[in-house]
């Protein structure tokens, strides 16, 4: 009798770079060898050809095959290095080109990923597709919505020496001017505050348009600091002189930027400038504003916060509540109702920056006193006086809160209610004290159910001038000019890193509303906006795609081959028609895009018959058409046999279908985007089983599928 001996299979890296696993069968007299049926399969699959093996690339030798993979496993030259490589002559970053990947969060650039990444792609001969320049998502946000935060001036805690009773009463009595200078009511930095301003006429000498102080009194020997906020209607110039020093024309690194000058410039927004003096002649120097260097430039001097005092002064201590930006910790109690309380992570507190204090109360309580948290002040506060108060606050719901002054006896003096939005807002408020004995800081919660943080709290008697706060709002304009800036300063960075290697560019990427797609997205109006997502679209309008591709073309190469891409494209045929109107209006502009990119994560079910008609409504474009991210869920993390072949059947179906209804002039090319099955905790596809390979790297029946697809290119 024969006996039969089965050889139990083992998984093996089929990964197809140049030679194909198997396990070797023999035959004896003895032993006969019988194959189970899914190794014999599986070495079916591994007699397949690498991937560009099924392309003709002497009829098509621009034919893109592109595969997505994450930079780092790329870089490390691994097996997937060698598998990318080895079938597919294109590759895209899945997410290291990025801005969340490239920006940091003081707005610096770390383009060292992208460099290894070319260095990489240069040594296997491998293409790069640029993957993104322009999208709402994967954003550094946290850092790009900080540029756009109220600006949050503090004066400082001293005696301000310079005099500004006049101006604070509408008054130029005791400066002198020269030129068009007056005081412009409600133009300060600060709500319904003032600001000097000084409007310069049709000549070029800094001293036509000057803005001179009274005299400043100091004491020689000691070092005074200035603090100035300007800005201006246009971009501007302009300088500050003296009287009363031994160098009045010095040259001063007025904005900390590490350079001396004698001059400075302006912009729409307010800048701070500040520096200090110290060689007097005698007891007093005055300042000269000279703003004459440009023509018909409109310049403003905030009032409130124009600054001269001694360093070395008696600070004036204004804040009675220590630790009121909670960065140290807290000194605060609270009670009731099971609430609790406590300082945040850092990078919770006011415009996502430094901690704040938060305060969970659980449910609405029958009266406001029964939760609450409570400072004790170092001393009473002074019956008879006004102290006002401000701080920062936000809730992760709608509600009331209320501060109060209180007595050992729980009389107090209340500042009112405030209302609580879930947007962070400032509140200013003021009471009169009215008995000897308050000497705590209280605030009720039991008007609000949830969490409410707080941050930046300032507790001063109302006639403290030093350590006030004014909140600056970035105007419509500002906020353009800030994006606009950063748009261009991202295009620039990245195109001027890559473009001697990378010729080809995802340059705007879904910029299609799915609810609306004959429109572009918007955040606007979304009150869950991912932490990573910033719509430069709603600063710089329908026209930021126009703009992509002018700075594409300035700051890549001439010959460079520029996209728009989308997805879902295929399963809305009306957002197909809105990108392609889209592409039309960037085109109306001025601008060329030379293709379309159509993402296709699709399933087994997806409709074949729109399919087709998007093929057919991208053909008629005449542009490149590019297959851009392409994986196929079979809907189950444990498929089938059968779920596996219909997976095979429409990798098969989308390639052939490309290949029928684009012309191959318009062929860019197909990039297979789930290379690989995604493990179970994949941030992709976890568990859906797309890929071309499965977890450890054995071709699927998908990757066959492919195959056959390719060979009509």
């Not at 400038?273 to 110290?278: L, T």
């Not at 190469?557 to 109107?581: A, H, M, R, T």
Request: hydrophobic share 35%.
């Amino acid at each position: 009798m024969m006996k039969q001996v089965y050889v139990k299979y083992l998984s093996v890296l089929a990964i197809s770079i140049g030679f194909s696993s198997c396990v070797e069968y023999t035959e004896t007299d003895d032993f006969q060898v019988e194959k189970p049926e899914e190794i014999a399969a599986q070495e079916a699959l591994n007699a397949y050809g690498v991937l560009p093996s099924y392309v003709d690339t002497i009829a098509y030798p621009n034919f893109k095959l592109g595969g997505a993979i994450d930079m780092n496993q790329y870089n490390s030259r691994g097996v997937m290095y060698r598998l990318i490589n080895s079938n597919f002559n294109e590759v895209t970053a899945g997410y290291g080109m990025k801005h969340g990947a490239i920006v940091q969060s003081n707005g610096s650039m770390d383009f060292s990923n992208v460099t290894a990444t070319i260095e990489a792609a240069q040594a296997a001969g491998t293409s790069i597709f640029g993957h993104t320049l322009i999208w709402h998502a994967n954003q550094n946000a946290t850092y790009l919505n900080s540029l756009l935060e109220p600006l949050i001036v503090t004066s400082p805690p001293f005696n301000n020496d310079l005099d500004l009773s006049a101006p604070m009463g509408g008054s130029l009595a005791g400066w002198m001017t020269t030129g068009d200078v007056m005081i412009g009511a409600g133009e300060g930095m600060g709500e319904g505050t003032d600001a000097f301003v000084l409007t310069s006429g049709s000549g070029t000498e800094p001293e036509s348009v000057q803005l001179t102080t009274p005299s400043i009194p100091v004491i020689p020997g000691k070092e005074y600091e200035v603090i100035v906020y300007v800005k201006s209607d246009v971009p501007g110039q302009g300088g500050i002189t003296f009287e009363g020093l031994s160098d009045n024309a010095p040259a001063i690194d007025w904005m900390n930027t590490g350079v001396d000058s004698t001059a400075f410039g302006t912009s729409i927004s307010w800048q701070e400038i500040r520096f200090r003096v110290s060689d007097f002649e005698g007891d007093s120097f005055k300042m000269n504003f000279n703003f004459g260097y440009m023509p018909s430039t409109s310049y403003s001097i905030d009032i409130n916060n124009l600054y001269v005092y001694d360093v070395d002064g008696d600070p004036i201590i204004s804040n009675l509540i220590a630790d009121g930006d909670f960065e140290n910790g807290t000194g605060w109690g609270g009670w009731g109702n099971g609430s609790s309380r406590g300082v945040t992570e850092d990078g919770m507190g006011f415009g996502g920056t430094g901690k704040a204090f938060y305060v969970t109360n659980p449910s609405i309580t029958g009266g406001f006193w029964e939760v609450q948290t409570a400072y004790d002040l170092a001393e009473p506060v002074e019956n008879g006086q006004e102290y006002k108060l401000s701080f920062w606050v936000k809730g992760d719901a709608e509600g009331i809160i209320r501060p109060e002054l209180q007595s050992p006896n729980y009389s107090s003096n209340g500042f009112g209610q405030v209302s609580v939005t879930t947007e962070w807002k400032q509140v200013e408020l003021s009471t009169l004290v009215t008995a000897d004995d308050r000497q705590r800081f209280v605030i009720s919660y039991g008007e609000f159910a949830g969490t409410v943080y707080l941050d930046n709290v300032v507790l001063s008697p109302a006639e403290a001038t030093g350590g006030s706060t004014t909140l600056v709002p970035k105007t419509e304009d500002e906020k353009y000019s800030i994006v606009s800036g950063e748009f261009e300063r991202w295009m620039e960075g990245m195109l001027s890193t890559s473009k001697d290697y990378i010729k080809a560019w995802d340059v705007v990427n879904e910029p299609m509303d799915d609810a609306n797609p004959s429109e572009i997205k918007t955040g606007i109006g979304n009150p869950d906006i991912p932490s990573d997502h910033f719509y430069w679209q709603d600063y710089l309008g329908k026209d930021y795609a126009v703009r992509a591709f002018e700075l594409a073309e300035q700051y890549g190469n001439p010959d460079d081959i520029l996209f728009v891409n989308d997805y879902n494209l295929e399963y809305s045929l009306e957002k197909c028609q809105g990108l392609i109107d889209y592409v039309n209006y960037i085109e109306s502009k001025g601008v060329t895009v030379d293709g379309i990119g159509t993402q296709m994560h699709i399933s087994l079910d997806s409709d074949k018959d729109k399919i087709v008609s998007m093929f057919q409504m991208l053909a008629a474009t005449g542009k490149l058409i590019k297959v851009s991210e392409l994986d196929i869920r079979v809907n189950s993390s444990n498929p089938t046999p059968e779920a596996l072949q219909l997976q095979r059947e429409m990798y098969k179906f989308v390639a052939d279908m490309y290949t029928e209804h684009i012309p191959a002039a318009q062929r860019y090319g197909i990039t297979i985007w789930g290379v690989t099955d995604s493990p179970e905790n994949a941030n992709w596809l976890p568990g859906e089983k797309q890929g071309l390979w499965d977890i450890n790297l054995n071709r699927k029946p998908a990757y066959a599928g492919f195959a056959e697809g390719l060979e009509g290119m």
